[in-house]
């Protein structure tokens, strides 16, 4: 294997291989290599999909053989939202960095045609993070908080017959950007045939819809063996629990039942330990290599080809990345020159337009003073007419009744009936 | 310090992370195994390690790194009669794959003749900066394709091993200029090279006065003071900095000694054993470079002198438009190369991320 791989480096650069006469000592390049891994310690998201209620915190409680959160969710979210939780373990000198996110409110939904997409949304999220962090240009990708998704443990529902179209739907769109392993959750429902015709059926489903799940690899001699007889047991079928039953004169994770006792670590009763036995102990580093050379390559590729880069120009000479950023970047600031253009003009115009709006109320406002103005003018006037008048007449008033005053005062010598006649000729002339 | 060098900080995520909770586990899980799946994809893919030598002609560099290695890198050239020395330094690769107990190491070392043996050496460190420089480039290029390889295959140097005469005085101008501008770029580690000459205790006098010389003139030679992590780390390099630059003999040929077989120079008036501690230096030497010290290397070459390079580049690609073909950086002017430009981050990385979110 190892000259295998020194003739096909000698082939590809014509270097010579050379013997060596004594012990140089570079043999200890791996330990180098783990000790730094071990400064630096591991990180490790796994994201678990599946219904509520079907064992997924549970599963991963016994998974990691700790307690991590305690409340159930509820059934009664309107939209699938993704949670999640980081938590630092640490065995001997080996500290994991853990994120779990769970799917809160998936399948719960009357409509689930909105199910899936938040989980796309999230991991395409965490791998656009990356990517942001990876074309800065001051960036400290070593000191990164990796959180992109490096499984997904998919969980399906033991009804014992197929996958249901909820299932088929999502792992369809999550396989390109995730490596899922799909799991067969609450095992202990199932029977022992049962379990097989529906391992066998699920997988034909999945292969039949061209649903890509994650193959343990198979490259390597030490785990090839081990690897390929657990890709015939996919998908694994597990019981989760973390509480302790005594079973003879031990103390084991299992489920107590009325007709008997499910051991989680029994390999007869479920698949559990073959899972944890896959996911950490003999596939932990490739899942994290898979999904940054396969998957994240992937999205980086079709993200910066959908901003228009491409590696090689019209003429099909190789571009490099500087030259279409600067060209799209030319194209978009003479855009945003025109449309700021645009916008002053129309800025400008609507001033113009408002101004003459107003300059016109202004007029009207103007010409009703005016008028009301004179309207007044005209009441003033005739106002004063009527007060002329009331004054003359008021005028005459007086002068007739101090002319009848005079009269009074004359001397009352002459009999009545003078002065009834001359008061009777003074008030008809009077009146 | 230069601001602008960062040190790798090893206790990666929790710099940069949301709130974490630690937890205690119950029994035992296996994450441990992890390492042993490092081990094994790390020996699969191999490893790849870069070294330059840099000194006059007739220091013994290529006998170095035959003993170094322990196998005939290089003949060792005697400079013929009619052989001309080299008008202008030309730097020469060789590429060897070389194992050892399953683990494949390809080595590639490259020698510079005709360095400091002009009358005139004015210059003479800018086609092995341009060198330098031209890697990082392939590098860069590599990694900002779209379609990327697997594996980016790493041809940038990884130690830079200078070779100081054994005047026993001080450094030579010609030395400070070298170091004072290499050091920036890459790893620097300075050696005494035919240490034979010297006795013991001018060796003692000669690597104090160098050390002085260094601290003086502000050159940082690997390993680095500003990279230290943990106090582990401290005390074990602040040893290895008492004793730098090494004193070393290079020998490829084997003698014997008191029955055993050692390499070593044998002279009239006895043998000289490179592999004893009381008579050179280069079993330091040899552990620093391979048996404690090459990830560690291989991580500031990455970590620091690349991502400088990477920074500098990025801030003037405006200046430079060029496409993956062109790597004709050649002799750049030393001075700003020595000092990346502090980079207009706010500018450009705004539009980076405007366009792209």
Redesign the interface.
């Known amino acids: 294997?190892?000259s295998e791989?020194?003739r096909h480096?000698?082939k590809k650069?014509n270097?010579?291989?050379?013997?060596?006469?004594?012990?140089?000592?570079?043999?200890?390049?791996?330990d180098?290599?783990?000790s730094?891994?071990?400064?630096?310690?591991?990180?490790f998201n796994i994201l678990c999909v599946g219904e509520t209620g079907i064992g997924k915190s549970t599963l991963i409680d016994t998974?990691?053989?700790?307690n991590?959160e305690d409340h159930e969710s509820s059934h009664f979210y309107p939209h699938v939202r993704l949670k999640a939780?980081?938590?630092?373990?640490?065995?001997?000198?080996?500290r994991?960095?853990l994120t779990i996110v769970n799917t809160v409110g998936f399948g719960d939904q009357i409509n689930k045609e909105e199910s899936y997409q938040p989980i796309v949304d999230y991991i395409d999220a965490q791998f656009e993070a990356y990517?942001?962090e990876e074309?800065?240009?001051?960036?400290?990708l070593?000191?990164?908080?990796?959180s992109r998704i490096h499984v997904c443990l998919y969980f399906i529902s033991p009804t014992g017959h197929s996958l249901k179209t909820l299932d088929l739907l999502t792992m369809k769109s999550l396989d390109s950007k995730v490596n899922i392993i799909p799991v067969i959750a609450k095992a202990d429902a199932i029977s022992k045939t049962e379990l097989q015709k529906f391992k066998i059926k699920l997988m034909s489903e999945l292969v039949s819809n061209g649903v890509q799940i994650y193959q343990f690899p198979t490259d390597?001699e030490?785990?090839a063996k081990v690897n390929a007889s657990m890709n015939g047991h996919l998908p694994f079928a597990v019981v989760g629990s973390m509480d302790e039953v005594k079973v003879g004169n031990k103390m084991v994770k299992a489920r107590q039942y009325p007709w008997g006792i499910v051991q989680v670590e029994n390999e007869n009763h479920c698949d559990f330990v073959k899972l944890?036995?896959m996911l950490?102990?003999?596939?932990?580093?490739?899942l994290r290599?898979e999904t940054h050379?396969r998957h994240y390559?992937l999205y980086?590729?079709r993200?910066?080809?959908e901003?228009g880069?491409?590696?090689t120009?019209p003429e099909n000479?190789?571009?490099?990345?500087?030259?279409t950023y600067?060209a799209?970047?030319h194209e978009?600031y003479g855009e945003r020159q025109r449309k700021e253009e645009e916008m002053k003009q129309l800025f400008v115009q609507r001033v113009k337009e408002k101004e003459a709006v107003l300059k016109e109320a202004e007029r009207e406002l103007q010409a009703k003073f005016e008028h009301l103005k004179r309207v007044h003018q005209e009441e003033k006037l005739r106002l004063e007419e009527k007060r002329r008048l009331l004054e003359e007449e008021i005028i005459a008033f007086s002068k007739k009744k101090a002319t009848s005053e005079i009269y009074q005062s004359q001397p009352f010598m002459t009999p009545g009936g003078n002065v009834r006649k001359d008061k009777d000729r003074k008030n008809s002339s009077f009146m | 310090m230069d601001p602008l060098r960062q040190s790798p900080s090893r206790s990666s995520s929790r710099a940069s992370s949301p709130r974490t909770l630690p937890c205690e586990m119950l029994g035992y899980v296996g994450i441990e195994a992890v390492l042993d799946q490092l081990k094994i994809k790390a020996m699969k893919m191999g490893f790849e390690f870069n070294i330059m030598v840099v000194g006059q002609s007739g220091l013994g560099k290529s006998t170095m790194v035959n003993t170094l290695f322990k196998s005939k890198m290089w003949k060792s050239t005697m400079p013929g009669l009619g052989v001309p020395t080299p008008q202008t330094l030309q730097l020469q690769s060789v590429t060897h794959v070389i194992e050892e107990s399953g683990v494949k190491l390809k080595l590639t070392v490259t020698d510079t003749p005709g360095f400091g043996d002009q009358i005139n050496n004015d210059k003479c460190w800018d086609p092995i900066l341009g060198y330098i420089n031209e890697q990082y480039e392939h590098y860069l290029q590599e990694e900002i394709l779209i379609t990327r390889q697997r594996h980016i295959p790493d041809t940038r140097v990884h130690c830079c091993v200078y070779f100081v005469p054994p005047t026993g005085h001080w450094l030579r101008p010609l030395d400070i200029e070298f170091l004072q501008r290499l050091c920036r770029t890459v790893n620097v580690v300075p050696v005494i090279a035919r240490a034979d000459s010297l006795t013991i205790e001018e060796r003692e006098a000669f690597r104090h006065r160098i050390q002085e010389n260094l601290k003086t003139h502000g050159i940082e030679v690997y390993p680095q003071k500003c990279f230290d992590e943990d106090i582990n780390d401290k005390i074990l390099n602040s040893k290895i900095r008492e004793r730098i630059p090494f004193a070393v003999v290079g020998a490829d040929r084997e003698h014997i000694v008191n029955g055993r077989c050692v390499l070593g120079r044998k002279t009239k008036w006895g043998i000289i054993e490179v592999e004893n501690m009381a008579h050179c230096e280069f079993p330091l030497l040899r552990d620093l470079l391979i048996r404690s010290h090459l990830q560690d290397l291989k991580d500031i070459t990455h970590n620091v002198h690349y991502e400088n390079y990477r920074i500098f580049r990025l801030n003037e690609s405006h200046v430079l438009p060029r496409g993956p073909g062109w790597v004709n950086l050649a002799p750049a002017p030393a001075g700003p190369q020595a000092n990346p430009v502090p980079p207009k981050v706010g500018g450009w990385a705004k539009d980076n991320s405007d366009e792209e979110c």
Not at chain 1, 15 to 30: D, K, Q
Not at chain 1, 63 to 66: P, R, Y
Not at chain 1, 135 to 140: E, F, G, H, M, N
Not at chain 1, 317 to 323: I, M, T, Y
């Open positions: 294997m190892s791989v020194a480096l000698q650069e270097t010579r291989s050379l013997a060596m006469s004594g012990h140089v000592g570079f043999e200890s390049l791996p180098q290599l783990v730094r891994s071990i400064q630096q310690g591991f990180c998974l990691f053989n700790t991590f939780q980081t938590y630092e373990l640490q065995e001997s000198n080996v994991l960095k990517l942001q074309l800065k240009i001051k960036r400290s070593f000191n990164y908080h990796d390597d030490t785990i944890r036995e950490i102990c003999t596939n932990m580093e490739d290599d050379t390559e980086r590729r993200k910066l080809e901003m880069l491409t590696d120009g000479k190789p571009l490099s990345l500087q030259e600067e799209k970047r978009f």
